[in-house]
């Protein structure tokens, strides 16, 4: 006995797998999408590309860092930092092998909101005397940064959250128009907060609703102010960028190398300014002193945490939004797959690990991964090469830029947008395709203008979800099924029966019989739009039961099922009596899911058909519908009424037919 016992406490665990090297090498490739590529590295074939692609990313990387940091109200060194670590982190966990990550424009923006808010320039006064020990850099310049960070931080935290709870299933809401609304009034932003370098004027920094409009009147209010030399050369940048460009884009396929337009006009201009000292003689302001080297990791400030959970939000959803749609765009392009969870993971622990070195929060940017493409990179290794760069500039070159102009700067960053704004051709797209999508891409961007991306995204989302609902709700849930394409299905099912079976089919017309397919997803948005429109065509076929010649009866087969393959209007054509019961088939393969409402729905319209001695019979149920219908309702258990198929359903109706008549005759005999 006690062995048995034994035996029969040791069967559960017999049952438990012991995990093998295999399963953890396939959760650390899942969890390292690095190991997918790394390990099939081909150094002859991708090499040269991702090398040429790293060298023209750096470029970019290193003047976005420093105008995005700008941007973002913290020395412009903190940008390259953002440049280097986030790019390494997301190398190792992130799935796309086409995406830049580094600083962005709209996180830049909303971290800016919390640096500006938390530490004004007010306070500036009281801590510019006195200098950290950190890269020699003010008090007053540690506690920005400190400030960006812990919006990072918070973020990045947020995005891991998000991971743990698998929230990137619900990325299906983040649309194409709102998306590319919320992208495209984000750069129009973007462009508006670097229009005071333009123009060489000095701004306070203005933010908050309407604030987009607020810096305009602010411009007209003060035009005398404007510097003609910052306006021209932004100009001239402007169009240098933009021809060199558009002649690399059209001759990409005849010559091996493009020019780094960029980083000539980066070399250009801080020349020439140094030359000619523009500094003191026009009086144009330039990047300033970048300090060499990296500082020490530090923990980000735990006291602000609370006080930035808005823009951190603004951040998480932001960035994790325009991160996936250029991932994901890489992966059609390319061919490959992306898992929306996984890079949940990966801009997580972005902003989480590079807020401990002074970071900015970070995603991935349309004109780097643009860049990437047009270079012909391979995969990340083109990003850790560009990351090789960067430190040399880090490390050596940083104090060169000290005299680059902000305005040719902010000539690059404009121009580097490009691929954003240009997403108002979309607008005529959405307009010919469907006019919806074209009203939420309108009042999705006029919100983000007026607000800001994290409002114009949610209102995005919102507004989407909305409009689903109100189209579920009107949709049309029921199809009356066509006889002859079932007739020809029938007769496909039915191989398996009797000739004799299949001639009494054939030569008997069964009770009234409607076959209705089920549309839609039965929930409670429409569980009641589906009882009435069912009860609605009930109600018309009981209207149409009148006695019909025998041409209507031939033309009616919506109502009455005829299983011969040439029936004509010769053969006898039984007509229902009034207290002969009908039936009615719901065919269920096109109810994908359901929930208690659509299950309850279903149960009444059971027992109010019953009620009208109409026969309901479920074909192509799946088990989840069986068992909750089962639970929910006291259903006739003698008469079974779910079935495979159609055919099945039928040959059900004809057997319960051909016993009522035997019945029938018996009684007559007996009288």
Known sequence: MTGTKRRKKNVPWSRVKAPHCEDFEQWGRRRLPVLEWALHYNLKENLPPDTVSGIMLAVQQVTQGLAFALLSSVHPVFGLYGSLFPAIIYAIFGMGRHVATGTFALTSLISANAVERLVPPSSQNLTAQSNTSILGLSDFEMQRISVAAAVSFLG?????????????????????????AMTTGAATHVVTSQVKYFLGMKMPYISGPL????????????????????????????????????????????????????????????????YTNMENTYGLEVVGHIPKGIPSPQVPPVNVLSAVVTEAFGVALVGYAASLALAQGSAKKFKYSVDDNQEL?????????????????????????????????????????????????????????????????ASIIVVGLKGMLIQFRDLKKYWNVDKIDW??????????????????????????????????????????????????????????????????????????VKIISINQPLVFLNAKKFHTDLM?????????????????????NTLLISLSNGSSCNEEVSQPCPNEECSLILDCSGLTFFDSSGVSMLVE????????????????????????????????????????????????IHSNKARQNLSKVNDQSEV
């Open 211 to 274: 604030g987009f409009f607020y810096i305009y009147m602010y411009v007209f209010e003060n035009i005398r102010s404007v510097r003609l030399e910052a306006l021209l050369l932004s100009l001239l940048s402007i169009v240098a960028l933009v021809l060199v460009k558009e002649l690399n884009e059209q001759f990409k396929r005849k010559i091996k190398v493009v020019l780094p337009v960029d980083l000539v006009l980066i070399v250009a201009a801080s020349f020439a300014c140094y």
């Open 605 to 652: 319209v059971y027992m109010d058909c019953k009620s009208k001695n109409v026969d309901v019979l479920l074909v192509h149920c799946t088990a989840s519908l069986v068992k909750a219908m089962k639970y929910c309702g006291n259903l006739d258990s003698e008469k079974p009424f779910f079935f495979k198929s159609v055919s099945a359903a039928l040959s059900n």
């Open 439 to 512: 009203g939420i891409w309108v009042s999705t961007y006029v919100f983000t203008i007026c607000f800001a991306a994290n409002v114009g995204l949610l209102f995005g989302v919102v507004c989407t979800v909305a409009i689903v609902i109100a189209r579920l709700s009107r949709a049309k849930t029921l199809s009356i099924k066509n006889m002859k394409e079932m007739e020809f299905k029938v007769k496909t099912e039915m191989d398996g029966v009797s000739e004799s079976n299949i001639f009494l089919l054939q030569k008997e017309t069964l009770q009234q």
């Open 345 to 409: 993971l990966a801009h997580g622990l972005s902003n989480v690990i590079s807020s401990f070195f002074f970071c900015i929060p970070s995603a991935a940017a349309m004109g780097r991964t643009a860049g990437l493409y047009s270079t012909g990179a391979k995969t990340q290794v083109a990003c850790l090469i560009s990351c090789i760069f960067v430190l040399i500039v880090i490390y050596a070159l940083g104090p060169l830029l000290y005299w680059l102009p902000m305005c040719v700067l």
């Open 156 to 180: 990045g935290v947020i995005q891991v959250a998000m991971y743990v709870v698998q929230l990137g299933r619900a990325t299906f809401l983040f649309t194409e128009p709102v998306i590319s």
């Open 536 to 556: 609605n065509i009930i109600q018309k076929e009981n209207a149409s039961l009148q006695p019909l010649d025998d041409t209507s009866k031939c033309e009616r």
